[in-house]
């Protein structure tokens, strides 16, 4: 048995709802008491460049979004980075030549120093660097944890 639930507030979808996001009110049409419009969206001329631009909210994200990206990035960045790096050396240039560039590798680590600089990146950055230092530490103890197992499972 279904029944359908009867809502008095606009929808998500409500196109008087999706016009208030964008600011943009269709010509001859004002938004009822429910925030509904009476006709379509029709985008003006001098508004179609605004529909173009990311919406409004996009600047308003969500508190844990730029940490959790900036995090994430700086682990994938320590992990794919000098691999892809060595691969690429190694392919080109052959083992023993790969073997001595490979330190170069530390220069990537300017991006995410970079990024500090600007006021504008700087929050993202700050968290991609702990991503990667976060990151090249839990390697590097797994790493000695292993060693150290392996060492003394011999004795």
Known sequence: MEQAVETPEPTATDPGRVAAAYGVVPAGSEPDASGSADEPLEADDETSGRAGRLPDWWHRDH???????????????????PGAYGAILKGVLGYKRAE???????????????????HRTRRFGRYMFFGVLATAI?????????LWFLINRDR
């Open 100 to 118: 001595d560039l490979f330190p170069f590798v530390l220069l990537t680590l300017v991006v995410p120093i970079a990024l500090l600089v600007p």
């Open 138 to 146: 839990v390697v590097v103890g797994v790493a000695l944890g292993v």
């Open 63 to 81: 508190p844990v979004f730029v940490p959790l990206a900036g995090f994430f990035t700086g682990m994938v960045y320590i992990i794919v980075v």
